[in-house]
């Protein structure tokens, strides 16, 4: 990662955020930036809310104290499980994350053969997601966020393969 710029400013800040589901408090006064370039992992126990942040993260969920600041709509998440639609086929669930670029069909299809093939599925675009292995889901789930070039990545998993592919990703951008 290159050093950061005199007065850049994070891609997504996190202030004092906290939520509860009923009488549990999940998460109490998180904070964090992120910049440019950085891959950022949440790694802790099951329940501790690394989920619910990137819930919030997204939009998916609101904190009930704090703020969210994101400056860039390019921010990729992966979350536990695939999260993958299985009424579409992995090239379509791939072609969800590019929908705000407006590309032309062709360009479309050569970032995900290009992203697929980064991810070890190349061949494998018009597969349903029932059809694919664990591993294969997890892996069409990083590609999806990764058509999208983004800026920053977020996942609470960690298996290596992912952090290479996040490494190799965030290189080329």
Same mark, same amino acid.
């Given at each position: %990662? +290159? $050093?950061?710029?005199? !007065?850049?400013?994070? #891609?997504?800040? *996190?202030k004092n955020i906290h939520k509860s589901f009923g009488d549990r408090q999940i998460l109490k006064? #998180?904070? @964090? !930036?992120?910049?440019?370039?950085? %891959?950022?992992g949440l790694i802790g126990p099951s329940g501790c809310g690394k989920s619910t942040i990137l819930?919030? &993260?997204?939009? *998916?969920?609101? $904190?009930d104290e704090g703020e969210v600041?994101?400056? +860039?709509?390019?921010?990729?998440? #992966? @979350?536990?499980? =695939?999260?993958l639609l299985n009424s579409l086929t992995v090239r379509e !669930?791939?072609?969800?994350a590019l929908q705000r670029r407006k590309l032309g069909k062709a360009e479309e299809n050569r970032i995900i053969s290009e992203r697929l093939k980064m991810v070890g599925l190349e061949g494998y675009e018009d597969y349903s997601p029932t059809k694919l292995s664990g591993g294969q889901q997890k892996r069409t789930s990083f590609a999806?966020?990764? =058509? %999208?070039?983004p800026r920053s990545f977020f996942?609470? !998993?960690? $298996? $290596? #393969?992912? &952090?290479r592919l996040c490494r190799q990703l965030l290189k080329i951008t």
């Amino acid at each position: %990662m +290159s $050093p950061r710029k005199p !007065n850049e400013q994070p #891609v997504l800040e *996190l202030k004092n955020i906290h939520k509860s589901f009923g009488d549990r408090q999940i998460l109490k006064g #998180v904070s @964090f !930036n992120v910049y440019a370039g950085e %891959m950022l992992g949440l790694i802790g126990p099951s329940g501790c809310g690394k989920s619910t942040i990137l819930k919030i &993260i997204c939009g *998916l969920l609101e $904190p009930d104290e704090g703020e969210v600041i994101k400056r +860039s709509d390019e921010i990729g998440l #992966v @979350f536990q499980g =695939s999260a993958l639609l299985n009424s579409l086929t992995v090239r379509e !669930n791939l072609a969800i994350a590019l929908q705000r670029r407006k590309l032309g069909k062709a360009e479309e299809n050569r970032i995900i053969s290009e992203r697929l093939k980064m991810v070890g599925l190349e061949g494998y675009e018009d597969y349903s997601p029932t059809k694919l292995s664990g591993g294969q889901q997890k892996r069409t789930s990083f590609a999806r966020p990764s =058509s %999208m070039i983004p800026r920053s990545f977020f996942t609470t !998993n960690r $298996p $290596p #393969v992912l &952090i290479r592919l996040c490494r190799q990703l965030l290189k080329i951008t």
